[in-house]
């Protein structure tokens, strides 16, 4: 099982190009797509559900170019884009089945799937309720069951845990653990968190561009005594921000406790253990500097 993205380009009217010379090689396993709002990480879960076209480059699934054959990744894909819409006089239960059918599912082996899913996803209860009394967090997990309907090999979930409590946050991102086994699964978000919770590798997205691509461990060594704890005072910490990455801060009765990652630390500044948010921020940096120069 292999997706292969070759240098894959998309122009948007206007000239403006929202990935430039993407190059990826994935297999089984749950990969973070990581990257600000606006880096592209949007065009690229379409680009690779066949939704949309790459202005320049390929995606290859085990060896078939999408743009000629699309149907050989369909029929094993599961997708649930960012802005996910339901039919609101629909129950849960008539909105799979018909998701099931237009996916060209057998309806008895639906049915029992998707009694399943409904249970994976806590909705049992209102099954029966029409979507447009659900809330946010509950469309948003009709829309997960809906991605799961085939069993999919490739799995892409676009910012999936927006408008999800904590609590259904962290039983989403058992879920992803659960299921990545022989599949290969793409979170695509902004949420360091939901990454580190669940990424066996990690791609770092930044305006169009694969800024990295490795294993949370790896990255985490990238920034190996980088990240310092400085404590200042209060009405000093604005001016610490023009002269330094400051990626997090603490209010203690001894000052401003600040983590700032940099090649050298301030003055009076201790060396911290990173985390993968301050590996995230610092690789960010390092790329956008290396545009600017």
Not at 67 to 76: G, K, N, Q
Not at 209 to 227: F, I, M, T, W, Y
Request: charged residues 20%.
């Amino acid at each position: 099982m292999n997706l292969s993205i070759e240098n894959v380009s998309k122009r948007y009217g206007g000239g403006n190009w929202a990935l430039r010379n993407f190059t990826l090689q994935l297999g089984p396993g749950v990969l973070g797509l990581l990257g600000p709002n606006g880096a592209g990480k949007t065009t690229l879960m379409s680009i690779l559900a066949t939704i949309t076209r790459a202005t320049e480059g390929r995606v290859m699934w085990n060896g078939t170019d999408l743009a000629t054959d699309p149907d050989a990744l369909r029929s094993t894909l599961g997708y649930l884009p960012q802005d996910f819409g339901v039919y609101p006089n629909l129950n849960a239960v008539e909105f799979l089945e018909y998701l099931a059918a237009v996916k060209g599912l057998d309806a008895a082996a639906s049915r029992k799937r998707i009694d399943e899913l409904l249970n994976l996803v806590n909705l049992t209860d209102v099954r029966k309720r029409p979507l447009g009394g659900y809330s946010g967090g509950m469309k948003q997990r009709v829309g997960i069951a809906q991605a799961l309907l085939n069993d999919p090999q490739l799995l892409i979930v676009d910012e999936p845990t927006a408008g999800l409590d904590p609590e259904e946050r962290v039983r989403f991102r058992n879920l992803l653990s659960e299921l990545s086994g022989e599949r290969i699964i793409i979170l695509s978000t902004h949420i360091v968190s939901d990454v580190e919770a669940t990424a066996t590798d990690i791609a770092l997205i930044s305006q169009g561009a694969l800024v990295a691509h490795a294993s949370p461990e790896l990255l985490l060594q990238r920034v190996d005594g980088r990240v310092w704890e400085w404590v200042l005072p209060s009405g000093e910490l604005n001016a610490a921000r023009q002269r330094y990455l400051v990626s997090n801060t603490a209010r203690r009765s001894d000052g401003v406790h600040a983590r700032v990652l940099g090649d050298s630390p301030p003055t009076g500044a201790q060396p911290v253990t990173p985390n993968l948010e301050d590996a995230y921020l610092y690789c960010l940096s390092q790329h956008r500097a290396g545009v600017a120069a």
